[in-house]
C-alpha cells in the first residue's frame, strides 16, 4: 500500500514539474519575446525545453527526497504537507532560476521577476493540488477505516482499556489497528480492566517479548498506557522498544515528564495522546548525511586504492593468515552485519574466547600496532560506509557478547541503536578504544552526547578531530 501510494505521489510530482517547465517556455516566448502564438512551434524546437523536460523534474524528485516528502506517505497532514510544498517550491525555484534563467537574453530585468514569480505560482499551484488530492483520499480512508497501522498496546490494565476505549469511540478514526496488547509484568493481575482489554485484542505476553513480537507482527505503533505505580518501567519500555525501527511512539499524557528527548503533543480528540520524537535530525539532513557518506566512501576507495594494495601486501608478507578481519557486529536498529577492517592480530588470537584488545597486547602483530595507531586497519569499513551498513561518524559498532555485558550495566546503551554505527565517533576522538567492559561503559556517556547534539555539523567536527587524530598518530 504505501510503495504504491510513494509512487503516485513520484508520478504526480513529475507530471507538475514537466507541465510547469512547458508552460514557462510557452509564458516567455508568448509574454516576454512577445511573439504571441505565431511561433509558438518554435518552443518544441528549442532544445533547452526538451533537455529542462527531463532534467528539471529529476531536480525536483531529488529535492522533495531529501526534503523528506515521500516518507510516511500515508500518515501525511494537509496543512504541514502546504508548508513543506511550499518551502521546496521556494528553494527550487531559486535554483532554477540562478542555475537556468539568469544567464537568458532579457529586455528589461522585469522579465526575471516575471518568470521567476510565474514558474513559482504555477508549479507550486499545480505540485500541491495534486498532493492535496492524493493526501485527502489517503486521510478519507483511514478515517473510514479502510487502512489501519498495526498498533501494539502496552499495559493491560484500566488506563490501556480507557485509551482503547477512546480511539475507538472517537468522531474521526484515528488509524489504530490494535493488534494485541502486552502486560508490565511477566503476568497480568487478571483485574476486571485486563479482562475486558483482552475481550477486544488478545494479550501477546510482557515487555519482555517486545523485540519478538516486532519481529513477527511488523507493528507500525505503540501506545505505552501504564498505571501510576507502573510508570518506574516506562524506561524498561523504552528500551525495548529503541531497536525497533521507525516505530511510532505514543504515550499517555501523565507520563509525558518520565521522557527525556524531543516529544510534541498531538491531539486525537478524546485521547490526547505524546508522541515521542524518534528522529533525531531533520529529515533533509538524514539525506544528506546518507550522500555524504556514499560520495566519499567511493572517493576513498578509489584515491587509497594504492594504500589498500600496499598495506594488503605488507599483511600478507608479515604474518601468516588472511588480509582482512571480518567479524559480525551489531548496527543499526540491533541488526547484525559484517564488519571488515585488515588483519592486525594474529590468526587465532580469540581462541581462549573474546578479549578485547589493550596496550602492549602481545596478539596484535608489529605492522599491526602502526596501522592501529593511525587507524590504517580502519579503512576496508568504506566498503560498509557504501554499502549503507555504517556510517562515516555514529558510535561504534560492537559485538552481542559485549552488549550484554554493557546492557546489564547500562541499559542505556540501547540508545545507540537508534543510528548507524560509524568508523568513528565522538567517543573514539574524546575517549579512544576501550579495553574493558568498564572503559566501554565510561566512554558510552561521550555517545550519549553524540545523540544529543547529532547533525551534519557535529558530524564534520568529529571528522576533522579524526583526521588531526590519525596525524598526530594518537590511535590506539
Known amino acids: 500500500m504505501e510503495k504504491k501510494q510513494i509512487l503516485k505521489y513520484i508520478v504526480c510530482d513529475t507530471l507538475s514539474a514537466m507541465v510547469s517547465w512547458a508552460l514557462l517556455f510557452l509564458f516567455r516566448k508568448m509574454f516576454q519575446e512577445q511573439t504571441g502564438l505565431t511561433d509558438v512551434n518554435s518552443v518544441f524546437r528549442d532544445a533547452n525545453f ?18 523528506g516528502a515521500y516518507r510516511n506517505v500515508l500518515r ?22 540562478f542555475v537556468l534563467l539568469i544567464d537568458d537574453n ?74 494485541g496488547f502486552v502486560t508490565i509484568d511477566s503476568q497480568a493481575d487478571g483485574d476486571e480492566s485486563s479482562a475486558q482489554l483482552e475481550k477486544v485484542m488478545p494479550c501477546l505476553g510482557s515487555i519482555g517479548d517486545i523485540k519478538r513480537l516486532m519481529d513477527e507482527h511488523h507493528f507500525e505503533e505503540a501506545i505505552i498506557a501504564v498505571e501510576d505505580n507502573e510508570k518506574g518501567r516506562i524506561n524498561d519500555i523504552l528500551m525495548a522498544l529503541e531497536c525497533c525501527g521507525d516505530l511510532i511512539i505514543k504515550i499517555t499524557p501523565d507520563a509525558h515528564d518520565l521522557i527525556v528527548g524531543s516529544i510534541k503533543q498531538v491531539s486525537i480528540f478524546h485521547s490526547p495522546l505524546i508522541v515521542i520524537n524518534n528522529r533525531l ?33 605488507i599483511v600478507k608478507a608479515t604474518s601468516p593468515g588472511p588480509v582482512f578481519f571480518t567479524q559480525e557486529r551489531v548496527g543499526y536498529h540491533g541488526k547484525p552485519f559484517k564488519m ?20 602492549n597486547d602481545p596478539r596484535i602483530t608489529p605492522f ?21 551498513t555504517m556510517s562515516l561518524v555514529g558510535p561504534r559498532p560492537e559485538r552481542q557478547y559485549y552488549i550484554d555485558q554493557i546492557v546489564r550495566r547500562a541499559p542505556e ?26 572503559e566501554m561503559v565510561e566512554r558510552l556517556r561521550y555517545d550519549l552526547l553524540y545523540l544529543d547534539n547529532m547533525s551534519i555539523t557535529t558530524d564534520l567536527k568529529i571528522l576533522l578531530y579524526t583526521v588531526i587524530i590519525i596525524i598526530q598518530g594518537r590511535g590506539k
Open 106 to 179: 532579457i529586455r528589461t530585468y522585469r522579465n526575471y521577476y516575471g518568470s521567476f514569480l510565474f514558474l513559482f505560482c504555477v508549479h507550486f499551484a499545480l505540485t500541491y493540488s495534486l498532493r492535496l488530492i492524493l493526501t485527502s483520499r489517503t486521510v478519507h480512508k483511514v478515517h473510514t477505516r479502510q487502512i489501519g497501522f498495526p498498533t501494539l498496546m502496552i499495559g493491560s490494565k484500566r488506563k490501556a482499556f480507557q485509551t482503547y476505549l477512546d480511539l475507538e469511540n472517537q468522531e474521526t478514526y484515528s488509524g489504530n489497528l490494535f493488534e
Open 413 to 438: 546503551y540501547l540508545l545507540l541503536q537508534r543510528v548507524k554505527p560509524g568508523i568513528t565517533s565522538w567517543g573514539q576522538v574524546k575517549y579512544g578504544y576501550a579495553s574493558n567492559v568498564d
Open 281 to 313: 535530525m531533520e529529515e533533509w539532513q538524514y539525506s544528506v548525511k546518507r550522500i555524504f557518506d556514499v560520495v566519499i566512501s567511493v572517493l576513498a576507495m578509489v584515491i587509497l586504492s594504492p594504500v589498500y594494495l600496499v598495506t594488503a601486501i
Open 368 to 388: 599491526g600496532r602502526f596501522m592501529r595507531k593511525v587507524r590504517l586497519d580502519e579503512i576496508p569499513q568504506f566498503y560498509n560506509v557504501f554499502k549503507g
Open 76 to 97: 501525511k497532514a494537509r496543512l504541514k504537507e502546504l508548508l513543506e510544498t511550499l518551502a521546496a517550491s521556494v528553494i527550487g525555484v531559486t535554483v532554477i532560476f
Open 340 to 359: 571488515h577492517k585488515f588483519r592486525s592480530m594474529y590468526v587465532d588470537a580469540e581462541s581462549k574466547g573474546p578479549a578485547l584488545s589493550k596496550d
Open 50 to 67: 526538451w533537455l529542462g523536460l527531463v532534467l528539471v523534474p529529476m531536480g525536483w524528485l531529488t529535492l522533495y527526497t531529501l526534503q
